[in-house]
């Protein structure tokens, strides 16, 4: 399913990439993601945040959901 239809009908206040992606799954445990996967950061501290955002990336998010990101500073 596109990323974009995963959206559609939800309030969402920044997308900064591409909606046209594939998204194979959902995880909520960065140690968990499989390539393809839409990530939800439920840390609260934005240090940790950072850190299971990296590694969901790192091991294949295709995009990501977080509270507050500020884009990496």
Do not use: C, P, Q
Not at 10 to 35: A, P
Not at 43 to 67: C, F, H, P, Q, W
């Amino acid at each position: 399913m596109k990323l974009r239809d995963l959206l559609a009908g939800h309030s969402v206040r920044l997308v900064d990439g591409d909606t046209e992606v594939e998204i194979s799954g959902l995880s909520y445990d960065s140690r968990e993601t499989r390539s393809g996967d839409l990530f939800f950061s439920l840390a609260r501290d934005a240090e940790k945040s950072r850190a299971y955002l990296t590694e969901a990336i790192n091991r294949g998010a295709r995009a990501v959901v977080a509270d507050g990101w500020d884009g990496g500073a």
